[in-house]
């Protein structure tokens, strides 16, 4: 039975050839993408496990070992906005644990460096960068200690006295494998947001494999009348049901096997644009991208199954009488349970909004369930809601296409929302994708954005603000450095504050705030000013590191004089420039060399992983728009012309009987353009909806407005959609012909 389903399954010519083909196409995209997202879980997972081995230093890490004691002490760097991590390490001897990616220990004045770290040294004038690190490079650091070839690493060579004489370095015999128990600033190896781009990714599946399982549903019901004509004769002249059975589903099974092969192409195709996407801010090694045996097993097992059991639920009227198909009768309407699952995932992100569950596995499975539902109740719920639409027209109209048109849809609603469900979908999709990343950029973005004249601005601080830790006096020969800088306009020293003139005495462990001469303040109008006549002014500490607008802000005086603030020791120091590059990273530089162990930060550093972690949310975004609205768009294409093609003879016999072609033409465009307005209307409103109670849940931030990008991006995919039902209009006049009456 199935060579004889084989040859049958080709034998309609180049309309069955086109089917199969079509088929295939659908079933490749949606395995294509399906591996794909697989294959970047697995790469968050393999890149998050090569880090571990930071949080060696962390006081959260009590793995031992019976090795010698290895001195560690991590800290980092930024360079133009990159984060540079750096371990210095001294062993205590020969048995002192290695780390990942050495092929040993650098001995002092040596270091290893990840290949993207000594690609930048080589570009970067070392004035700028290369100054800020002591010693030569003896190897480098492999990529099993890196998450990403764009990982910008050193594992640095001290003397033991070195290290002991830092607070936050400490001994350690074993490297760390795990994360610490907790983590406070001394942890580096936090994931590349593993737990956020799970969550997303795992939301992200759902939303662009939904849309092509509707194509695949769509292109498998292409001329799925003369299919079930041929299929009642066959039960007409002896077949069996199981027979009828084996042939559709034979007939569908070919093309998702062929689909399924020709997706792991895809798959394979993809990985290198996949790769450089930096879904976590940073680009993924291709061989991160692999795919587990049971993943694949799954989807090339799985998915041709699941195209021969819808093949045979949509062929299922032929195999209960062989009269099935000839003794049409108008189908029973869909009833109101059909909103139960919209309902239903809606209540259940509403639920999550004040129960959030403590996991990220939790939370994954959370909202990918209820993303899930909402986009299958908005399918389920179509035809009812078409319906609803149908008859409230049918009350207020009088021309005669569109009564046709709404008595057809009233008459047969899932036929007609059929069409456009691909669409609906992906508009739910794209509104809510575009909901949650423009509201987290409105909050994320503007927080990190910050103030342009403070972003001209570099700041040499302690790694903790509230530690006794000072700089002591500045050396004049770092002052006169500072001021050769081209592009250096001014130098404030913030001095510490022994006797906490003008803290808080309710907040006895809050920072006190800093004593900054009025003549040093007035270098650095963005941090704002002292009141007339004052000669030191009391400062917040967090005043240097905010990054809004304080140029505007009066400071009050400190009942002390100049003379004597300016000889207590510098607790940091504040630095202004023209805003060029080039003047920030040589002051950054000046600074880390004059004070190794202090942080010389600019502002757009504090940002750099949340900003990373937006780019990568915006990649995202692109992802779901760029792919889910054409594979809709083909759907919708495809799915009317399944439709005319399936009621030529209707058609045909209207003509036959007067009906005007452009007439037939308003039917078809009202079929199609009803049901893709009303119900894109719910989907929209569904999508903002759910993007607004998943931020509530996971972010507690309010849904902000899209703005005129996305209002466009919608217009024009209606537009569009409109176009592509208009495209398909002039095939009317050729299928319907008096040969279609004489025929069908």
């Not at 800020?132 to 001290?158: C, H, K, N, W, Y």
């Not at 069996?240 to 195709?269: C, K, W």
């Not at 803290?503 to 006895?508: V, Y």
């Not at 040589?586 to 550093?605: C, N």
Request: charged share 15%; hydrophobic share 50%.
């Amino acid at each position: 039975m199935i060579p004889f389903s084989l040859r049958l399954a080709v034998s309609g010519g180049r309309e069955a050839v086109a089917r199969l083909l079509m088929i295939a196409a659908a079933v490749a995209i949606g395995v294509g993408l399906l591996l794909s997202s697989l294959a970047s879980l697995n790469a968050v997972d393999h890149s998050n496990g090569r880090l571990l081995w930071m949080n060696t230093g962390s006081k959260g890490w009590t793995g031992t070992a019976r090795t010698d004691p290895l001195w560690w002490y991590g800290h980092d760097h930024y360079y133009q906005g990159k984060r540079i991590v750096e371990f210095d390490v001294a062993p205590t001897g020969p048995t002192s644990p290695l780390p990942p990616g050495l092929t040993g220990l650098p001995a002092p004045g040596e270091y290893y460096a990840s290949p993207a770290l000594a690609e930048l040294l080589r570009r970067a004038p070392a004035v700028e960068l290369g100054d800020r690190f002591e010693g030569r490079q003896v190897g480098t650091i492999g990529p099993e200690a890196l998450t990403s070839p764009d990982t910008l690493a050193m594992v640095a060579g001290r003397t033991v006295d070195e290290l002991k004489g830092i607070p936050e370095a400490r001994p350690v015999t074993a490297i760390a494998t795990a994360m610490p128990t907790e983590c406070e600033a001394d942890c580096f190896g936090f994931g590349v947001h593993g737990d956020a781009v799970t969550l997303v990714l795992s939301v992200v599946i759902g939303a662009l494999i939904f849309p092509v399982l509707v194509f695949i549903g769509t292109a498998t019901r292409l001329s799925a009348a003369t299919r079930e004509q041929r299929f009642a004769a066959m039960r007409l002249v002896g077949a069996t049901p199981r027979q009828v059975s084996v042939i559709s589903a034979v007939e569908s099974t070919v093309a998702s096997v062929i689909g399924t092969v020709a997706g792991f192409g895809v798959h394979l195709a993809l990985r290198p644009l996949v790769a450089d996407m930096r879904l976590t801010g940073e680009r993924f090694y291709l061989a991160d991208l692999g795919l587990h045996l049971d993943q694949a097993l799954v989807v090339a097992l799985g998915v041709p199954v699941a195209a021969a059991l819808a093949a045979r639920f949509a062929l299922r009227r032929v195999t209960i009488s062989p009269l099935g198909v000839s003794r049409r009768v108008t189908p029973k309407p869909p009833r109101a349970w059909r909103l139960v699952p919209l309902l239903l995932g809606l209540a259940e992100l509403g639920y999550f909004v004040d129960n959030r569950p403590p996991t990220s596995d939790g939370q994954a499975a959370a909202y990918l369930t209820g993303f899930v539902l909402v986009m299958l109740g908005l399918v389920i719920a179509g035809p009812w809601l078409t319906m609803a639409a149908a008859r409230a027209v049918a009350r207020r109209t009088s021309r005669p296409a569109a009564l046709i048109a709404v008595r057809r849809l009233a008459d047969d609603p899932r036929a007609g929302f059929r069409a456009v469900a691909g669409l609906v979908v992906a508009l739910f999709v794209t509104s809510a994708t575009i909901g949650i990343i423009g509201t987290i950029d409105a909050n994320r973005g503007a927080q990190l954005s910050g103030d342009p004249e403070v972003r001209k601005s570099v700041v040499d601080l302690p790694h903790r603000l509230d530690s006794a830790e000072t700089l002591g006096a500045v050396p004049d020969s770092l002052v006169a450095s500072a001021r050769a800088v081209p592009g250096f306009r001014g130098l404030v020293p913030a001095h510490d504050n022994p006797a906490r003139i003008g803290a808080d005495p309710a907040r006895p462990r809050f920072p006190a705030p800093a004593l900054v001469l009025c003549s040093d303040l007035a270098q650095a109008p963005v941090l704002g000013h002292c009141a007339p006549g004052a000669a030191v002014a009391t400062v917040p500490v967090r005043q240097f590191l905010d990054l809004q607008e304080g140029a505007n802000q009066e400071w009050p005086a400190a009942p002390l004089p100049a003379t004597e603030a300016a000889a207590l020791p510098v607790k940091l120091l504040y630095a202004t420039t023209d805003g060029s590059s080039s003047a920030k990273e040589r002051l950054r530089t000046l600074f880390a060399e004059a004070y190794p162990r202090y942080e010389a930060r600019m502002a757009e550093d504090w940002g750099t992983e949340a900003q990373k972690r937006l780019q990568a949310w915006r990649q995202l975004a692109h992802v779901v728009l760029l792919t889910t609205v054409p594979i809709a768009g083909c759907s919708l294409a495809v799915s009317v012309v399944a439709g005319l093609s399936d009621r030529r003879r209707p058609f045909a016999m209207l003509r036959l009987t007067g009906a005007p072609l452009r007439l037939l033409r308003r039917v078809i465009g009202l079929e199609s353009a009803l049901p893709l307005l009303v119900v894109s209307a719910i989907a929209i409103g569904t999508g903002f909806a759910a993007a607004a109670m998943f931020l509530k849940s996971q972010m507690q931030y309010d849904l902000v407005s899209p703005g005129a990008v996305y209002y466009g991006l919608t217009g024009f995919g209606l537009v569009a959609s409109l176009g592509i039902i208009a495209s398909t209009l002039p095939l009317l006049k050729r299928i319907t012909g008096p040969e279609a009456a004489r025929n069908g």
